[in-house]
């Protein structure tokens, strides 16, 4: 069964705009951290932010928020004020249970942004 | 940046030949993970190791083994290569850390290795 579902293969926005990347996620623990990570066209995998389950508030890094919704089980990366260098893959991943710094990811399919001037 | 090396960057191989791909690390993690990222599935994990000389399957480890004799090597081979293992191959690392911190959450990733068998 897939665990990390994100339904939008690519999307666009226009620059200065915010963009919502869905991902949804199936998960039988309790506890378990949920991740975003962005591939631009170099290749690399950049993290950029993290979400426990047990967080009350939703995570924030500068503009990039992450909107969970535990009782949907979804973990939508919001971006806001696109720019132009945020054209990228974005990968929604999600790791079962406690870390302790093990951290064996599942990862969705990614969705592909491209910002518009 | 943490300090992971992937080596080689890019390798092309014929069917059937032995493959090792190298993942070596400077920053003393404990955890060491190979995945494979293909278009539209993802990143997929292969092999992962909890140590030196423990390692274990991931979602797709058929046809790949690994062996990881010092904390700073994780090798990943591919006994006999065949076309469906062309794939682009990350290796991460990750460590429980103090002070506690969402680094502890993180995956670091390698730059990867496109591996093309013809």
């Known amino acids: 069964a897939q665990k990390i579902t994100q339904t939008q293969p690519g999307m666009f926005v226009q620059e200065k705009e915010a963009v919502t990347l869905d991902c949804t996620y199936d998960?039988?623990?309790?506890?378990?951290?949920l991740f975003w990570y962005k591939q631009p066209s170099s290749g690399e995998m950049i993290f950029l932010i993290y979400q426990g389950s047990y967080d009350e508030q939703n995570a924030t890094e500068g503009r990039y928020s992450l909107n969970f919704q535990k009782a949907r089980k979804s973990a939508n990366l919001v971006i806001s004020a696109s720019q132009l260098g945020d054209s990228a893959m974005y990968f929604c991943a999600m790791r079962e249970g406690f870390s302790g710094g093990y951290n064996k990811l599942i990862f969705g399919a990614g969705t592909r942004l491209a910002v518009h001037p | 940046d943490a300090g992971i090396t992937q080596s080689p960057r890019h390798k092309v191989t014929e069917t059937g030949t032995p493959v090792t791909l190298r993942c070596h690390q400077t920053e003393n993690h404990r955890y060491m993970y190979w995945y494979r990222q293909d278009p539209g599935h993802g990143l997929r994990l292969i092999h992962y190791s909890y140590g030196v000389k423990d390692t274990d399957k991931g979602e797709v480890s058929d046809g790949y083994s690994v062996s990881r004799s010092k904390t700073e090597d994780f090798l990943l081979t591919l006994e006999s290569a065949t076309s469906s293992q062309t794939s682009v191959y990350f290796c991460?690392?990750?460590?429980?850390?103090?002070?506690?911190?969402?680094?502890?959450?993180?995956?670091?990733f390698g730059s990867g290795t496109q591996l093309s068998v013809l």
């Open positions: 991460a690392i990750s460590d429980f850390m103090l002070p506690i911190s969402t680094t502890n959450e993180k995956l670091f």
């Open positions: 998960t039988s623990d309790q506890s378990y951290g």
